[in-house]
């Protein structure tokens, strides 16, 4: 098409996370680098114990601020060819016919339906959806809400995940991707399409949820209103996107069996790509990147969280007012084991393999000696137990090796855990510098439609020269590589035996103790 500026005149895409904590958005080149970026934070309620909410409203004007303050940063926002969104997965908005919120969206730490987890939890819904019984899925809040604001269901005329919500905003329809939609727990992931017995079981109606499109494929365009508010001088493509955690994956070239993306962040998400449908407690299954491809997911849901908790429970407030840096030395010094005292990092519930929303931690062999940085020390080796954990039982059911490991999260920034990591699962890792993956999974999304577009010579956005333009992401992200210490493998086994009778000799304490708790005292999963 005439007009539109070449690929050697800096043709971007704009992508857009929508996490639990912001909106970012970023303008990236084709091969790959941020030319602009902004975001906007985000507000959760907690409404009640357990309970975790967030205003849909809010999401949009944050995604809007933030893709407008991006465009105002570029030399020529004419250079836009396409947007792209990711998002946190699992969370979920009742909208009425215009369009309108009506409650606050429920997100995907939300743990207030642990009973309909259990009436409803079952070895055919994991087999449908390939989400084991857990917190996470939106199905079970679903039939929380027919139970408890029944009248909310019956008056919505759409039910649906965060990019639903956003791409009707954006371009006014009604849709999302198979691996966005996935994710609310009603999907038959092997038809890739809505179950209608799993659509029956939360209370709704299939007419409610989004028309589906394949990632990577149109949505719609912009509308003019809406492009002009962002500062666009004419409305681009919305691409299909996915949930934040397959985004992360592709941004971190994590697109082969066997190589594996970590986001040590609030929780820990470690990752594979499968090429069948697999189910199994040993990990969740979700839509992957690519149509007959799925992502195979285990998940803590306390990691970064557990060490900042610790962090401020127990360290000194330092002169940058952020408590507790003097534990990551301490525990530096600190033996491994920490002298005999072994953490169970089940913080908030056990779920990859256990999927026990019961279950608490524990730390188990205290005596006179122990300090807070022998606690700090036996908490990073707790979650590096778990994550041998995943990983054993990933390979033991899908029989491929895990032979690399690329880490990102707050938590990757901490030297010292990822050395605990690397010589428990005595496995090599790359702490991955980039700071937005899933944005950069978007952005490569986008620019696969845009590629796809050019090839046909005749497609909206012309511009020939980019059919041929290189992959915006390299297969293997900067970063620094962290070997394992052959030397400590014997003694972190022996530990790592012991660490495995926990969960199991403790389970039927946990549910007792679970049985004697009143209902305000029920603790679930901390807000990020």
């Known amino acids: 098409m005439s007009g539109q500026p070449t690929v050697d005149g800096g043709g971007l895409v704009l992508a857009v996370d929508l996490s639990t904590t912001a909106a970012k958005a970023i303008a990236s080149t084709t091969d790959g680098v941020v030319v602009a970026q902004a975001s906007r934070p985000l507000r959760t309620a907690q409404p009640a114990p357990s309970q975790h909410e967030q205003d849909a409203e809010q999401w949009w004007a944050a995604t809007q601020a933030a893709i407008a303050a991006t465009v105002a940063q570029l030399d020529d926002p004419g250079r836009v060819r396409a947007v792209c969104l990711t998002h946190q997965r699992e969370t979920f908005v009742c909208l009425d016919g215009e369009g309108r919120p009506l409650r606050p969206a429920i997100l995907w730490l939300d743990g207030r339906a642990h009973a309909e987890i259990a009436a409803l939890g079952s070895a055919r819904v994991h087999e449908l959806s390939g989400k084991p019984p857990d917190t996470t899925p939106a199905i079970y809040k679903l039939a929380w809400l027919a139970s408890h604001e029944p009248e909310v269901l019956r008056a919505a005329a759409r039910v649906g995940d965060v990019q639903a919500y956003l791409a009707a905003r954006l371009t006014g329809r009604w849709a999302t991707s198979h691996a966005s939609a996935d994710t609310l727990g009603l999907f038959d992931l092997r038809r890739l399409d809505w179950s209608d017995e799993l659509v029956e079981l939360a209370g709704l109606r299939r007419d409610q949820l989004p028309d589906l499109v394949a990632a990577g494929e149109q949505i719609a365009p912009l509308t ?33 069996p066997g190589i594996a993306y970590l986001n040590l962040g609030t929780s820990m998400v470690l990752g594979v790509q499968s090429r069948g449908y697999r189910w199994d407690p040993a990990f969740r299954t979700l839509a992957g990147l690519r149509p007959g491809e799925f992502t195979l997911e285990t998940i803590l849901n306390a990691a970064a969280y557990l060490a900042s908790w610790c962090r401020e429970q127990f360290g000194a407030a330092g002169s940058d007012g952020q408590p507790g840096r003097e534990l990551e030395l301490g525990a530096s010094r600190v033996p491994i084991g920490a002298e005999g005292l072994v953490t169970l990092p089940y913080w908030n519930a056990a779920q990859t393999p256990y999927w026990d929303p019961l279950a608490r931690g524990a730390t188990v062999g205290w005596h006179g000696r122990h300090t807070p940085a022998h606690l700090y020390r036996s908490i990073l080796e707790g979650v590096g137990f778990e994550l041998r954990l995943h990983l054993e039982r990933l390979e033991e059911v899908t029989g491929t090796p895990i032979t690399s490991i690329r880490a990102v999260g707050g938590g990757a920034r901490s030297a010292l855990w990822i050395q605990i990591l690397t010589d428990i699962t005595q496995r090599p890792v790359r702490v991955c510098a980039a700071p937005e993956v899933s944005a950069a999974g978007a952005a490569i999304l986008a620019w696969d439609f845009v590629r796809a577009d050019a090839a046909l010579g005749d497609g909206a956005l012309g511009d020939a020269a980019l059919a041929d333009a290189a992959p915006p992401v390299a297969a293997l992200p900067s970063g620094r590589d962290v070997a394992p210490n052959p030397a ?41």
Do not use: C, K, N, W
């Open 224 to 256: 003019p209103d809406v492009a002009r508010s962002l500062g666009l001088p004419s409305p681009v493509p919305l691409v299909a996107g996915i949930g934040d955690g397959q985004a992360a994956g592709l941004g971190l070239g994590a697109t082969e």
């Open 488 to 528: 400590v493998a014997a003694e972190y086994d022996a530990l790592y035996a012991v660490y495995r009778t926990l969960y199991p000799a403790l389970r039927p304490i946990f549910h007792a103790l679970a049985a004697t708790a009143s209902p305000a005292s029920a603790p679930g999963p901390s807000a990020l």
